[in-house]
Each structure stands twice: as C-alpha cells, then as structure tokens.
C-alpha cells in the first residue's frame, strides 16, 4: 500500500474516532439531576439522537435495579410567569423504557412546594418511541417564587428531549391536572 494512501486511511479513522468521543457533551450548568435516585441516572446532551441536528437532552438509567426515577431538571424564578397560563413543550424521544417518562412541571410558591404540579404520569412514555411533540401546561400562582420543569425517567431505558420551550399561552389552551386520587378509607381496617 502507498504511504499516501495510509496516511489517508489513518486520518479517517482517528476522524471517526474523535466523532464517536463526541457524541455526547456536557449539559449547562442551569440542568440538574434530581429525583428519588438521580446517582442511577446520566444525563448530558447527545449529538446522534438529536431532531433539532443541535443535540438533545437525555437522561439515561446506568445504575441499580431500575425500581425508582430520577429526572433532568431545570429550576428557573417564576417573575416572568407569576398569574400567567405556562406551556412547557418539547420532543420527547425514548428507548427501551420499562417504566415510564414523561415531561413534567412545577410552580413553587414561600408556603407551598408544588403549588401548581404536573408530571404526565397519566400521559405516559413506555418502550421506545420516535420523536412527538409533548407538552404541560399550567396556571402559575401569582405568588410562585420559582418553576421546575423538565423530564422524568421512572425506571431503567432512556429518553430524550429537544426543540425546548416555555411560553405564556392563552386561556384556550387546557391546563394540565393529575388525576384525582382514590378517597381515603374514613375508618381503620384493623
């Protein structure tokens, strides 16, 4: 073989081997890992599952036996969004989900954590899906102090997210409510 020809053949692979070491990157520093048991989770930003072609969010299970949840996370005042009907709207892509996942927000006010809470549990993301468009809408308390939002993992899999945005909508967009829980049993059952 010419030297010229292994040299080419040389610098194509260590390109494809740099390409391969970058497919993932470093999420900014505004994104947490939270949840009942975020140390079971990584997350970053993944430049091969992406459908902007920017990069995507994903949060992916790595550790234990897949029975808890973790999210990506991003926490934000609630100043620009106090009194106000707030979407928070993504692509959502997953793989091999054996729980479920879902994008999920929350306002909170001094006196009350998860004044205003939804996590799409009743909307759920199972197995492995193509990119959708998913989205929580809610009614921000005038008196929120802060907003999470972000994506959950409940189980082992992954799941993606990208194309990101939080809006002020209208009225005429539902608001989005967990579902009422069962009533409580009004005496023992000794």
Same mark, same amino acid.
């Not at 808890?68 to 100043?79: E, K, M, V």
């Not at 709207?89 to 997953?94: E, G, I, L, N, T």
């Not at 929350?106 to 197995?127: C, E, H, L, M, V």
């Given at each position: 073989?010419?030297?010229? !020809?292994?040299?080419?053949?040389?610098?194509?692979? *260590?390109? +494809?081997?740099? +390409?391969?070491?970058?497919? $993932?990157? $470093? +999420?900014?520093? *505004?994104?947490?890992?939270?949840?009942?048991?975020?140390?079971? !989770?990584?997350?970053?930003?993944? !430049?091969?599952? *992406?459908?902007?072609?920017?990069?995507?969010? #994903?949060?992916?299970?790595?550790?234990?036996?897949?029975?808890?949840?973790?999210?990506? $996370?991003?926490?934000?005042?609630?100043?620009? !969004?106090?009194?106000?009907?707030?979407? #928070?709207?993504?692509?959502?892509?997953?793989?091999?989900?054996?729980?479920?996942?879902?994008?999920?927000?929350?306002?909170?006010?001094?006196?009350?954590?998860?004044?205003? #809470?939804?996590?799409?549990?009743?909307?759920?993301?199972?197995?492995?899906?193509?990119?959708? *468009?998913?989205?929580?809408?809610?009614?921000?308390?005038?008196?929120?102090?802060?907003?999470?939002?972000?994506?959950?993992?409940?189980?082992?899999?992954?799941?993606?997210?990208?194309? +990101?945005?939080?809006?002020?909508?209208?009225?005429?967009?539902?608001?989005?409510?967990?579902?009422?829980?069962?009533?409580?049993?009004?005496?023992?059952?000794?």
């Amino acid at each position: 073989m010419k030297p010229m !020809y292994i040299i080419a053949a040389a610098l194509a692979a *260590t390109s +494809l081997w740099a +390409l391969a070491e970058n497919a $993932t990157g $470093t +999420l900014p520093s *505004t994104w947490m890992l939270a949840g009942e048991s975020p140390a079971a !989770y990584q997350a970053g930003i993944d !430049y091969t599952e *992406t459908s902007s072609g920017k990069g995507a969010k #994903f949060l992916r299970h790595v550790a234990g036996d897949g029975k808890s949840w973790g999210s990506l $996370t991003q926490q934000i005042g609630a100043d620009n !969004y106090r009194g106000r009907r707030v979407r #928070f709207q993504a692509k959502v892509k997953s793989r091999d989900v054996d729980g479920w996942a879902g994008l999920w927000m929350r306002a909170d006010s001094q006196s009350t954590q998860g004044a205003a #809470f939804y996590n799409s549990q009743d909307k759920p993301i199972k197995g492995s899906v193509a990119w959708q *468009t998913r989205s929580v809408v809610l009614d921000v308390p005038a008196d929120a102090e802060s907003m999470l939002f972000g994506v959950i993992n409940s189980g082992s899999g992954e799941v993606w997210m990208d194309e +990101l945005s939080l809006e002020v909508v209208g009225d005429d967009v539902a608001v989005d409510r967990m579902p009422p829980r069962a009533p409580l049993a009004q005496r023992p059952s000794l």
